[in-house]
């Protein structure tokens, strides 16, 4: 099967940074785009930043110019930098990734379980 395994979360004062990273496990025949989510307490899950197999990345109006995400050159891995945090950025953090498993034909959407980012003011 295939997993995400989700690290980097924490508590930050505002103006801090964190790392995040997701190392994706498991039979996996291609991946074809990993991104970021979030879910901050009351409000729905929404897309913070995501790349594609080809490095093309998008990012959510509300972190350009504050967050980065990047890969590693085996796919293994991705990474959310962010930068200048604010207590709106409070959240949990999901890895996503849209990904065709050897085990199944086609392709599907993976989630991590998630960490925390809490940013106090």
């Known amino acids: 099967q295939v997993q995400l395994v989700e690290s980097g979360g924490g508590l930050v004062q505002a103006g801090g940074s964190l790392r995040l990273s997701c190392a994706a496990t498991g039979s996996i025949l291609s991946i074809n785009a990993m991104g970021w989510y979030r879910q901050a307490p009351g409000k729905q899950r929404e897309l913070v930043a995501r790349?594609?197999?080809?490095?093309?990345?998008n990012y959510a109006d509300s972190v350009k110019g504050r967050f980065t995400i990047s890969r590693d050159n085996g796919w293994n891995t991705v990474y959310l930098q962010m930068n200048s945090l604010k207590p709106e950025d409070t959240a949990v953090y999901y890895c996503?990734?849209?990904?065709?498993?050897?085990?199944?034909?086609?392709?599907?959407?993976?989630w991590g379980q998630g960490t925390q980012v809490t940013v106090s003011s």
């Open positions: 996503n990734a849209n990904a065709a498993p050897r085990v199944i034909v086609g392709v599907r959407d993976y």
């Open positions: 790349i594609t197999s080809g490095g093309i990345t």
